[in-house]
């Protein structure tokens, strides 16, 4: 007995306002590498080389994010306005 089973991949929600896919993707792949820590320092420590930890915070503080969110709590709205801020 065989099945076939076929996938249609339809845009995310909001993906007409993400400029930088690659960008927001990564942001979220950081967010999620390590549960426990929150979300200002993960960024700070894996994306250093683009962002100092005082940029990162100035951002966080103009999107209304706390400095110890996590990155679970974020929706992908969130994520995609937090890729924006820092693309």
Known sequence: MSRVISFLFRPYPGQDRVRDETGLLEIIRVA???RRKTLLTLLANQL???FSRQDLETVFGKLGFSLQVRGEELSLDQFIGLAGALG
Do not use: D, H, L, N
């Open 48 to 50: 250093k080389s683009k």
């Open 32 to 34: 999620f590498s390590q």
